[in-house]
């Protein structure tokens, strides 16, 4: 059977989605194909957010931001978006059957002492991977898939 595919958007593709696709592809393991993209790309990834990954095991550093254009000639199951702008800008896509939209502050944007920041990407990576760990163990779950 074929795996579905999961595409994650934002509005730069620099932080939150690619977290999400990081903690969504390690929680998700084999089950699904999980992509990140984003509506105005901003060419790369954020250091903050590969370093926090890190924190937790998952490496980042292989990413690159890519534009969602890029993935309209695949068949996407799955539309999550995490910022609001890129959820009112999401198109549909070829085989799209679900669409979701959980929001997280962008910690891009995040002001104060360098500690403070960190801080901010740290909580916003604590979010994320709640969120996308109970997706994915719900997805397991439907499927009866063992863990």
């Not at 977290?19 to 903050?48: F, K, N, Q, W």
């Not at 800008?89 to 929001?103: D, L, S, Y």
């Amino acid at each position: 059977m074929e795996k579905p595919n999961v595409l994650i958007l934002c509005t730069g593709n620099s932080c939150r989605s690619q977290m999400a696709e990081g903690i969504l592809r390690h929680a998700a393991g084999d089950m699904l194909e999980v992509y990140s993209a984003g509506s105005h790309p901003t060419g790369s990834v954020h250091p903050l957010a590969v370093a926090v990954l890190k924190e937790i095991g998952i490496d980042l550093s292989g990413h690159t931001s890519k534009q969602m254009n890029e993935f309209m000639d695949r068949k996407i199951t799955t539309v999550i978006t995490v910022c609001g702008k890129a959820d009112q800008a999401c198109p549909m896509f070829p085989g799209q059957v679900n669409r979701h939209h959980w929001g997280f502050d962008d910690p891009a944007h995040a002001s104060g002492t360098e500690a403070e920041i960190v801080e901010a990407f740290r909580r916003v990576r604590d979010q994320i991977k709640l969120v996308f760990e109970a997706y994915a163990a719900g997805f397991r779950e439907a499927r009866q898939i063992p863990s």
